[in-house]
């Protein structure tokens, strides 16, 4: 069965910090990994993905991530934070050998609170 | 673009009635989903939709019930609604194909139940 650790609740970090927002999935077969983005009042907006290929993957607003296929690890990091990073980032993974209904589905983790203090 | 579109925004009802949250989306996605948030617990599948006119259950359906009424619409409905309900509820769509598409969400459903 499929599943997503972020062993972190929260993260704080000052601006101008590198972040680093950690994650950590099961899979039986290889995965698809995702990172999201949720803002206050808001939906998840999708950051970036890791399909095949270069372990480090580069997403939206200057973050990226890096797949480790042995530590089953897909942390994301930024070199600088902003005050505006500050939000809610969750992490999510889709087993590639999921087929049929089941195909699209996206399991979650629990979700980290990042604040970047000024 | 709209993407995903949720109505209500807010909804506060009292324990037994009952309502449809309503989902439509413009992207021409096969696969549509109903979420709910809540602190703590990340997000939850309640049902979901891969193609129009199936739908399957998710991890968390008792007590709902979902629709997918045409290839844009997937309301979600509480048939007689539980303080445990209370919670946030998202719809998300999405391609259904090799599974490399992530989900588009809607801005949610706050939704109270007293």
């Known amino acids: 069965a499929q599943s997503v650790a972020q062993p972190e609740d929260q993260v704080n970090v000052a601006e101008g910090n590198p972040l680093t927002v950690k994650c950590t999935y099961s899979?039986?077969?290889?995965?698809?990994l995702f990172w999201y983005v949720q803002y206050p009042n808001r939906g998840l907006q999708f950051l970036l993905k890791?399909?095949?290929?270069?372990?480090l993957v580069k997403g939206s607003y200057g973050f990226e991530a890096e797949f480790n296929k042995s530590q089953t690890s897909f942390h994301l990091k930024k070199p600088s934070a902003l005050v505006s990073d500050s939000a809610l980032y969750f992490c999510a993974v889709r087993d590639k050998a999921d087929r049929g209904s089941t195909l699209g589905r996206l399991y979650f983790g629990r979700g980290t609170q990042l604040t970047v203090w000024p | 673009n709209a993407g995903v579109t949720q109505t209500p925004k807010f909804q506060v009802l009292k324990t037994g009635q009952s309502m449809t949250l309503q989902c439509a989306q413009d992207?021409?996605?096969?696969?549509m989903y109903w979420y709910r948030q809540d602190p703590g617990m990340g997000l939850r599948l309640i049902y979901y939709s891969a193609s129009e006119g199936t739908t399957d259950k998710g991890e968390v359906p008792n007590g709902y019930n979902v629709s997918r009424l045409n290839k844009r619409e997937f309301s979600l409905r509480l048939e007689s609604a539980a303080p445990s309900q209370t919670s946030v509820y998202f719809c998300?769509?999405?391609?259904?194909?090799?599974?490399?598409?992530?989900?588009?969400f809607g801005d949610g459903t706050r939704l109270s139940i007293l």
């Open positions: 998300a769509s999405g391609r259904t194909g090799t599974g490399e598409q992530p989900q588009h």
């Open positions: 890791y399909i095949t290929g270069d372990n």
């Open positions: 992207m021409n996605h096969n696969s």
């Open positions: 899979v039986s077969g290889n995965p698809y």
